[in-house]
C-alpha cells in the first residue's frame, strides 16, 4: 500500500462537481475512503475547524489517516492518479493533462460551474445569467468542441484526469442554459466520459 | 539533454506575470530559450496563427524544437521543474505544490492580476476598483500573510515553482492598490524571492 492508497478522508459536497472529481477518481482508482459532508452553502468551509486542516478554505479536501492534508480539486486527483493509467507517465503528456486542468479552473470552471450554481441552487433564471460569463462559458464549450472533433479525450487519445476535470461541470451545460446540441461532439464525449466513470 | 534542457521558444509578454513566471523559471534552470513578443493587449493570441499553436488563445506558450507545444504558464513552469530542485520529488509535497499552483490561477491571479492590470494598463483609479475582485484580493494576501509567518517558503521550506507562481503579480498588489505594509511576512517573503530570481 503507497500513501496514495491507504484510506483517506474525503471532505467535500457531493453536489459539487469539484468534490465529484475527487471521487470518481478514488472509485476509479479503488482508493478506499470515507466522506465527511460539507456544505458550502452554509459556510463550512469558513469555520475553525475546517481552516485548520484546509487554510484556503474551500472544498474538496482530503486528510490521510496520519493528517496531513491536500486541498484544490485538480492538486488532489493528480496525487491520486499519479502513477497510474489515469494521468500519462511520459513528462510531457503529463504536462498537457495539467495544461487542461489549469485551463479548467480558470477558463470553464469560473463561468460553467458558476452559472450552473446560479440556476439550479440559487434560482437565477436563464434570461438573468451573468452575462460576461455567458459568453465566457459558451467560448470554452466551443474550444471543447473544436479540440474533441478530432480525437476521442483530451489527451493522449485516452481517458485521463483531463476528461475527468472536464467532465464535472460540462455535464451541467445545459443545465445552467448552454446549447449543447450544437456541440454534438462534446456530447458524445460526455457519454463517452460517463461509461467510464458511471456516472 | 533531456527534452525539458532543448531549446524552445517562448511566446508571451514580459511585461505578464504570467510570462515572467516562464521566463524566470527557465532562467533558474539554465533552460535556453529565444522569446516571440506576444501583445496581449493587442488581440495578438487570438490570431489564427497563434491559436494554431494554442488553441487556448492565451499567452505565455513554449514551442520545444519539434513543434510540439505547451500552454498554461503554471503547466509550463512544473513541466521545465520536473525533476530538479523547483520541484520536490516526493509525491506528497508535489502536490502541496501543485495545491498553491492551482489556488494561484484560482484565488488569486484573477483578483490580484487582474487589478493590476486595471490601475497599471486601462487607467482605472484606486477608488474605481471593481470591489468584488478588492475583497477576494484582500482574502488571497491575508491567506499568504498568515500561512508565511510560520515559514520562508509556500512548500517544504525550500523554494519551488508555488514560490514563483505566486510571486509573479504580489509584488504588484501594492501598485494594484492593497496595502502591505500591513503584511510584513508577505513582503519579507517577496524579498527572498527577489533575492532568487534576481527581479
Redesign the interface.
Known amino acids: 500500500v503507497t500513501?496514495?492508497r491507504a484510506m483517506m478522508t474525503l471532505y467535500g459536497d457531493l453536489r459539487s462537481g469539484n468534490t465529484l472529481k475527487v471521487k470518481w477518481t478514488a472509485d476509479l482508482l479503488g482508493v478506499p475512503y470515507t466522506v465527511v459532508e460539507v456544505d458550502a452553502f452554509m459556510s463550512a468551509t469558513r469555520q475553525p475547524e475546517y481552516l485548520a486542516k484546509f487554510?484556503?478554505?474551500?472544498a474538496p479536501g482530503i486528510e490521510?489517516p496520519d493528517g496531513?492534508c491536500?486541498?484544490?480539486?485538480?492538486?488532489?486527483c493528480?496525487?491520486l492518479a499519479?502513477g497510474t493509467d489515469l494521468l500519462p507517465a511520459h513528462?510531457?503528456q503529463?504536462?498537457?493533462v495539467?495544461?487542461w486542468?489549469?485551463?479548467e479552473?480558470?477558463?470553464h470552471?469560473?463561468y460553467v460551474a458558476v452559472l450552473y450554481t446560479a440556476v439550479a441552487y440559487r434560482g437565477v433564471a436563464l434570461s438573468e445569467r451573468d452575462s460576461h460569463r455567458v459568453q465566457k462559458g459558451e467560448q470554452a464549450l466551443d474550444?471543447m468542441e473544436?479540440?474533441l472533433s478530432a480525437r476521442d479525450f483530451f489527451v493522449a487519445d485516452r481517458f485521463t484526469i483531463a476528461d475527468i476535470a472536464l467532465f464535472a461541470y460540462t455535464r451541467f451545460a445545459e443545465r445552467a442554459g448552454f446549447d449543447m446540441k450544437k456541440r454534438p461532439h462534446v456530447e458524445g464525449w460526455l457519454q463517452r466520459c460517463g461509461r467510464k466513470i458511471g456516472a
Not at 487554510?55 to 474551500?58: E, W
Not at 486541498?71 to 488532489?76: D, E, F, K, P, V
Open positions: 500513501e496514495q487554510p484556503m478554505g474551500q490521510l496531513r491536500l486541498a484544490q480539486s485538480n492538486a488532489i493528480r496525487y499519479n513528462p510531457f503529463a504536462a498537457k495539467d495544461e486542468l489549469f485551463w479552473q480558470y477558463s470552471e469560473p474550444l473544436t479540440w
